[in-house]
Nanobody
Framework: QVQLRESGGGLVQAGGSLRLDCAASGFIFSAYDMAWFRQAPGKERDFVGYISRSGGSTTYADSVKGRFTISRVNAKNTVYLQMGSLKPEDTAVYSC?????????WGQGTQVTVSS
C-alpha cells in the first residue's frame, strides 16, 4: 500500500533553515509527481509546492517562493523540502502528497514550529 513518511520537523528560530524528508513506498515513485502541503492550527490545509516526476519542474505557493525548494532523489524514493528564511507564519504540520490511480495520499505530517 502507498505509504508516505515525513521527518525532519522541529523548532527553529525565525530566519533559520530546516529540511524535511518524505520517504515513499508502495508505488513506483519515479512515475509520480509529488507535492508538499501544510496545515496551521485552526486553518485549512494549504498547498506549499509541487515537483514533477523527473524533478525537472517545480511550482511554489507565493508565500514560500524564493525561500523553499523542493527536490527529489528517485533512487531513494524520497522527496525533500528545504526551507529557509523561516517565519513564524510558516509554523504548521507539513505533509507530503501523491495521487496514485485516482486516490489521494498524505503522510502523517511533521510539525514545524518557528519562534520569533
Amino acid at each position: 500500500q502507498v505509504q508516505l513518511r515525513e521527518s525532519g520537523g522541529g523548532l527553529v528560530q525565525a530566519g533559520g533553515s530546516l529540511r524535511l524528508d518524505c520517504a515513499a513506498s508502495g508505488f513506483i515513485f519515479s512515475a509520480y509527481d509529488m507535492a508538499w502541503f501544510r496545515q496551521a492550527p485552526g486553518k485549512e490545509r494549504d498547498f506549499v509546492g509541487y515537483i514533477s516526476r523527473s524533478g525537472g519542474s517545480t511550482t511554489y505557493a507565493d508565500s514560500v517562493k524564493g525561500r523553499f525548494t523542493i527536490s527529489r532523489v528517485n533512487a531513494k524514493n524520497t522527496v525533500y523540502l528545504q526551507m529557509g528564511s523561516l517565519k513564524p507564519e510558516d509554523t504548521a504540520v507539513y505533509s507530503c502528497y501523491v495521487a496514485v490511480d485516482g486516490r489521494r495520499y498524505w503522510g502523517q505530517g511533521t510539525q514545524v514550529t518557528v519562534s520569533s
